[in-house]
């Protein structure tokens, strides 16, 4: 398997681990894909605002404030007043959602804790640079080549 089939693989298993662990919890209301989605790059970029998520998505302001009162309303999001400017709302994940989200952050640690039986910490920080460096390079990319369509 190649470097692109496996990035491929990963964004699918945890795409699937997310579904099956919301169905085998009926107790939480199912997020959408794309709700998925919005909860990452919320999580993931502290400060996180709507303007962002369209900017991110590439995507209408109506359809991104469509999909976060829709969150907002299933009790995945809170949105707060930026202290430093009124006028913007600060995006974060709402703490009952991160409280629901306990089972799945444990298996990925599990799942991380597993590596070292295999693997020095070293490759594994090396690993994980490496990832992280290949996916916002992808995001570059991408940002560049919609920036060249716009003209």
């Not at 398997?1 to 997310?18: T, V």
């Not at 444990?106 to 070292?116: Q, R, V």
Request: proline share 3%; hydrophobic share 40%.
């Amino acid at each position: 398997m190649d470097f692109k089939q496996s990035l491929f693989a990963s964004y699918a298993n945890i795409a699937i681990m997310e579904m099956k662990l919301f169905n085998s919890n009926s107790e939480i209301m199912r997020p959408t894909h794309k709700e998925v989605l919005y909860l990452y790059s919320i999580w993931t970029n502290p400060g996180c605002t709507a303007s962002d998520l369209v900017e991110l998505f590439n995507s209408s302001k109506a359809l991104v404030s469509q999909t976060i009162i829709a969150m907002e309303e299933k009790g995945y999001i809170i949105r707060t007043k930026d202290p430093k400017d009124n006028r913007r709302q600060i995006l974060e994940i709402a703490p009952q959602r991160m409280e629901a989200s306990t089972k799945e952050l444990e298996l990925i640690d599990e799942a991380a804790k597993s590596l070292s039986k295999d693997y020095t910490e070293e490759e594994i920080r090396t690993a994980a640079k490496i990832i992280n460096i290949f996916t916002y390079r992808m995001m570059d990319l991408a940002l560049e080549e919609s920036a060249k369509n716009k003209r």
